[in-house]
């Protein structure tokens, strides 16, 4: 944290990038891996808010059991 008066510190974020991809190297598919499933994850979390509206709007005041047990 800088108090009021201090000199800003200048960092070299190419070189810091430099460092972190040179040390993640070896790393990589297990890096990739972990990128995929946060992707697949993300994307099954933002579909429940999707299912649930379908079945509050379509599937409950219809009373279509198929389409309740489909979005089940």
Same mark, same amino acid.
Request: charge should be positive; aromatic fraction near 12%; hydrophobic fraction near 45%.
């Given at each position: #944290?800088?108090?009021?008066?201090?000199?800003?510190?200048?960092?070299?974020?190419?070189? !810091?990038?430099? @460092?972190?991809?040179?040390? #993640?190297?070896?790393?990589? /598919?297990?890096?990739?891996?972990?990128?995929?499933?946060?992707?697949?994850? !993300?994307?099954?979390?933002?579909?429940?808010?999707?299912?649930?509206?379908?079945? @509050?709007? !379509?599937?409950?005041? !219809?009373?279509?059991?198929?389409? /309740?047990?489909?979005?089940?």
């Amino acid at each position: #944290m800088r108090h009021p008066g201090e000199k800003e510190d200048n960092i070299n974020y190419k070189a !810091t990038f430099k @460092l972190v991809f040179s040390l #993640m190297k070896p790393h990589k /598919l297990k890096f990739i891996s972990a990128f995929i499933y946060l992707i697949i994850s !993300t994307s099954i979390n933002l579909a429940n808010p999707i299912i649930i509206k379908y079945i @509050l709007d !379509t599937a409950i005041p !219809t009373g279509n059991k198929y389409a /309740l047990t489909l979005a089940i």
